[in-house]
């Protein structure tokens, strides 16, 4: 059964669309940290700032493996379509020869 390049490239897409939810999500938490900042002055801030930026980074980490996902599906996709080709083209030629030496 050939790989199906189409719905590799749509999966693809997928994680990229959750990419972007992900940034969004991760804008409004950067956000609240300022907004925190701004209007609150007290010592559990600096405790909710730590959380914020641990929470930022996870969020900025897994963004980055889902965009590099997204990469490789797509790319290894496009390589197994190209080895089947490859193959076909080599058992078409194997048959044409073989159909000739007869």
Do not use: F, H, P
């Not at 189409?6 to 999500?25: G, R, V």
């Not at 804008?27 to 930022?56: A, F, G, H, K, P």
Request: a negative charge; zero cysteines.
């Amino acid at each position: 059964m050939a790989i199906n390049v189409s719905l590799a490239n749509s999966q693809a897409s997928t994680l990229l669309s959750y990419y972007d939810e992900l940034n969004s999500i991760n804008n409004i938490i950067n956000s609240m940290q300022v907004t925190t900042d701004y209007d609150w002055q007290s010592d559990e801030v600096t405790y909710l700032n730590s959380i914020i930026v641990s929470t930022s980074n996870a969020m900025t980490g897994l963004m980055n493996w889902i965009q590099a996902l997204s990469r490789d599906i797509v790319t290894i996709a496009n390589e197994i379509s190209n080895e089947e080709a490859q193959a076909a083209a080599a058992a078409a030629a194997a048959a044409k020869a073989a159909a000739s030496a007869k």
